[in-house]
């Protein structure tokens, strides 16, 4: 039932795992645990969160963006920049309202990840930002391909 959920729900994590499924989170631990042991589950690390995944089915760069994706700005940050990419800093910082710093802290983050390449300019604020070529494919697997997809994602 474990494996049924985390195959239809691809980076779900334990506490969801729990309280969908209706099952103790000793339980649902020692089944996920089994599960990655003998190599049907693997798991991604996602700020705070052990996110899991059927394994083999995605490539490391689509497990990292299907999990950043469930997080609040930063899955903002992603559907902005695979709907209209370049994005200058201060026009992204406008979007989201967040702080420059802010921004900043996220976008590091993303850059660090492989997900997001930044132009060089010499004005922090006119700096551009742009999915990488393998996150903006992981994001098109991750959504389904076209604006309508993304469109969705946004609304949720």
């Not at 039932?1 to 989170?25: F, Q």
């Not at 967040?98 to 997900?115: K, N």
Request: net charge positive; aromatic share 8%.
């Amino acid at each position: 039932m474990i494996l049924s959920y985390i195959t239809a729900n691809p980076g779900v994590y334990l506490r969801e795992l729990t309280e969908d499924l209706g099952l103790c989170m000793g339980v649902v631990q020692y089944h996920v645990w089994a599960l990655t042991r003998d190599g049907k589950v693997e798991d991604c690390r996602s700020g705070r969160f052990r996110r899991f995944f059927r394994a083999r089915t995605y490539q490391e760069t689509e497990r990292m963006v299907m999990s950043l994706l469930k997080q609040g700005t930063t899955g903002r940050i992603l559907l902005l920049l695979a709907k209209r990419q370049p994005l200058t800093h201060s026009k992204l910082a406008w979007i989201l309202g967040i702080s420059s710093q802010g921004l900043s802290w996220q976008m590091g983050r993303l850059r660090r990840y492989g997900i997001v390449e930044t132009s060089a300019s010499h004005y922090a604020l006119r700096r551009e930002y742009r999915l990488t070529e393998e996150a903006l494919q992981a994001m098109g697997r991750a959504l389904g391909d076209g604006p309508d997809a993304i469109s969705a994602a946004e609304a949720r």
